[in-house]
């Protein structure tokens, strides 16, 4: 088996607010992350699929397909947009990294051909980055 | 539902790697220009990666502010900008990145907001050691 990463960029704003909480506890608990007018981030995606190398071929997954499909499920979908209020899945999902990670995990599940999604890997920045490697992982 | 958040730190440190048990011509084999009598220094970057289940009120896997908090002051309030063969953790322990890893993941233990999985330490773009507990190392053993 071989593990074959692809990296996607997107920058998008978002901010976290949990309307459970008071205002005073999102500002404890968000610190400026609940500043309400949102900021951004240029994110990173990396995303690493295993699968058997064909024999033909010599990829475990075509490229240029993981390329679409990344473009099609995911970037398009989150490119400068605002996460809170222009992605569904975070109208009451706070899109915190690793809500992100899971987030991006759903939307790729199954729809790579010939190979399996083993890790998704969201950087919000170089020094923060959230793994997810599955619902029962 | 288990994820997985690492976070990085930067800290500038000198070291020394000299190894009291051995001669000083050994040491010169053993270690090169990493055993120079006045030390050098590196800019690190300390990873370490924790994981738990996402909590649903708050989105997060922890607090990155709590973990901000207890890196800051336990990793590099202490080591940035000082000498780690004067640190008491390698009063006994040659200040390799293998040994500050683990001194690090030992820290980072201490934590106790979510699991700690392992510490990832770069001495520079191309050296990087981890650590993810289990055996210490036997303290002193040159």
Known sequence: ?????????????????????????????????????????????????????????????????????????????????????????????????????????????????????????????????????GEFA | MKAYLSRRYHLSASHRLHAEGLSDEVNRETYGKCNNPYGHGHNYVVQVTVSGSIDPETGMVVNLAELDGFAQKRVVSQFDHTNLNLAEEFRQLVPTTENFAVVLQRIFAEFGAAKVEHVHVEETGNNSFEYAGEALPQVGRW
């Open chain 1, 1 to 133: 088996m071989i593990l074959l990463t692809r990296k996607a960029e997107f920058s998008a704003a978002h901010y976290y607010w949990n309307d459970k909480l008071t205002p005073e506890e999102n500002e404890r608990v968000f610190g400026k992350c609940a500043n309400r007018n949102g900021h951004g981030h240029n994110y990173t995606l990396e995303v690493t699929v295993a699968g058997e190398v064909d024999p033909v071929t010599g990829f475990v997954v075509d490229l240029k397909l993981l390329k679409e499909i990344l473009e099609r499920e995911v970037v398009g979908v989150y490119d400068h947009r605002h996460l809170n209020k222009e992605v569904p899945e975070f109208e009451e999902v706070i899109p915190t990294t690793e809500n992100i990670a899971v987030a991006v995990w759903r939307r790729l599940d199954g729809k790579i051909p010939y190979a399996k999604l083993h890790r998704v890997r969201v950087y919000e920045m170089a020094d923060l980055f959230a793994d997810f490697y």
